[in-house]
């Protein structure tokens, strides 16, 4: 399974961005598909996921009410929907693939997108 995240880029504060994440290799509905990011100095942490097939979904706090995460099977794509961004979201913006749960639990995720920059300015 391989994953491409793209979308990200150099936003101000309170612009909006949207990450897509490509499936190829298999069939997205086999797959939870987890949104995760890592900013300068600090640890990758899981921000929101999406369940196969009934759309399920899950976000953290700190993007709760900001962020949409949706997914097209159709499509083998998935998407993160970031509004209101504000400078604390800036790191490096990456989705994985796993099976089994509904979770933001990184070490449950095992295949990896290469990661997509995002930059928001105060």
């Known amino acids: 399974v391989q994953l491409q995240a793209s979308g990200g880029g150099l936003v101000a504060s309170g612009g ?6 490509a499936v190829s290799g298999s069939t ?26 009934d759309g399920t979904t899950y976000y953290t706090d700190s993007v709760k009410g900001r962020f949409t995460i949706s997914r097209d099977n159709a499509k083998n794509t998935v998407w993160l929907q970031m509004n209101s961004l504000q400078p604390e ?34």
């Open 16 to 21: 909006s961005l949207r990450l897509s994440c």
């Open 28 to 53: 997205l509905d086999e797959y939870f598909i987890g949104w995760f990011r890592q900013a300068p100095g600090k640890e990758r942490e899981g921000i929101s996921c999406i369940s196969p097939r």
């Open 89 to 122: 979201d800036t790191a490096v913006y990456y989705c994985a693939a796993g099976r089994g749960l509904l979770t933001i639990i990184r070490a449950l995720y095992n295949y990896w997108g290469q990661g997509t920059q995002v930059t928001v300015s105060s």
